[in-house]
T-cell receptor
């Protein structure tokens, strides 16, 4: 069964304290791995798409990487405005479905 | 460029009633997907419509249905509402479908069933 698991469920960081969020997946025929950011009461906001192992993408303080079994979202020197829930999703080319993880809720304290 | 618009934003219904939610995708996008988000289950895929045809369906009962119009606007209907249907319903649009590019989400409709 296709599955996406994110860890940790919650993460508290001090401003400037770098860390990584993990997304493990078992998806048949992976055709894309997506990262989203979701603020309370809002819809998810697209961050990155990764298509093949070894691929990396960066945006400001965020960097996403992909291996054959997992993806990481690295946050460098986070700021309080980075506080949000980060969702990862894997698209299965076999089933045509986008499967989301449960998310990691990040809180960055000043 | 206007984003994905979902209406209404909030809805309160009674058990047994039915409800219709609306989603207007980004102009030019032909794919609309619907998701249910709850604290316990996270984001779960309901169905995807592409050019007025249902292209994919998640594991939800037949009480959940949808359709897409020629202008790509989509509606989702839930009949015989149950308390467990209380959730944030999100729709996402993409040019061709989730496999090709990112999906852009609307703000969601918060449905409360009492």
């Amino acid at each position: 069964e296709d599955q996406v698991t994110q860890s940790p469920e919650a993460l508290r960081l001090q401003e400037g304290e770098s860390s990584s969020l993990n997304c493990s997946y078992t998806v048949s025929g992976l055709r894309g791995l997506f990262w989203y950011r979701q603020d309370p009461g809002k819809g998810p906001e697209f961050l990155f798409t990764l298509y093949s192992a070894g691929e990396e993408k960066e945006k400001e303080r965020l960097k996403a990487t992909l291996t054959k079994k997992e993806s990481f979202l690295h946050i460098t020197a986070p700021k309080p405005e980075d506080s949000a829930t980060y969702l990862c999703a894997a698209y299965s080319g076999n089933t045509g479905k986008l499967i989301f993880g449960q998310g990691t809720t990040l809180q960055v304290k000043p | 460029k206007a984003g994905v618009t979902q209406t209404p934003r909030y809805l309160i219904k009674t058990r047994g009633q039915q409800v219709t939610l609306s989603c207007s995708p980004i102009s030019g996008h032909r794919s609309v997907s619907w998701y249910q988000q709850t604290p316990g289950q996270g984001l779960q895929f309901l169905f995807e419509y592409f050019s007025e045809t249902q292209r994919n369906k998640g594991n939800f009962p037949g009480r959940f249905s949808g359709r897409q119009f020629s202008n790509s606007r989509s509606e989702m209907n839930v009949s015989t509402l149950e308390l467990g249907d209380s959730a944030l319903y999100l729709c996402a649009s993409s040019p061709l479908g989730s496999m090709n590019t990112e999906a852009f989400f609307g703000q969601g409709t918060r449905l409360t069933v009492v």
